[in-house]
Nanobody, 124 residues
Framework: QVQLAESGGGLAQAGGSLRLSCAAS????????MGWFRQAPGKEREFVAT????????DYANSVKGRFTISRDNVKNTVYLQMNSLKPEDTAVYYC?????????????????WGQGTQVTVSS
């Protein structure tokens, strides 16, 4: 079992930055691929970013590519999402997820554990 807890959400202005953190506890964190997803009001959950544990391969949704960066610290058992150049359309609840696999995935159904989410609101 892995428990995930997100933090770092809040209110930001368009063009600003936020860094989300996801602290993991339980089984060995370093052997899990990690992902970030988000869900805006009235919309489906969507993929944001993923990070494989084996070689550090990352993948991003086109909507955030070049603005967001996913990273991890295996000593602190934490994965981060650095969000720069924020836009109002980035407003959503952001969730981190862990997958018992070497590789990350953009498919939320492939993840085994989820956090409770943290709200990000970007004002124009």
């Amino acid at each position: 079992q892995v428990q995930l807890a997100e933090s770092g959400g809040g209110l930001a202005q368009a063009g600003g930055s936020l860094r989300l953190s996801c602290a993991a506890s339980g089984r060995t964190f370093r052997y899990y691929a990690m992902g970030w997803f988000r869900q805006a009001p009235g919309k489906e959950r969507e993929f944001v970013a993923t990070l494989s544990w084996s070689d550090g391969t990352t993948d991003y949704a086109n909507s955030v590519k070049g603005r967001f960066t996913i990273s991890r610290d295996n000593v602190k058992n934490t994965v981060y999402l650095q969000m720069n150049s924020l836009k109002p359309e980035d407003t959503a609840v952001y969730y981190c997820a862990a997958r018992e696999s070497i590789r990350g995935s953009s498919d939320g159904a492939r993840y085994d554990y989820w956090g409770q989410g943290t709200q990000v609101t970007v004002s124009s």
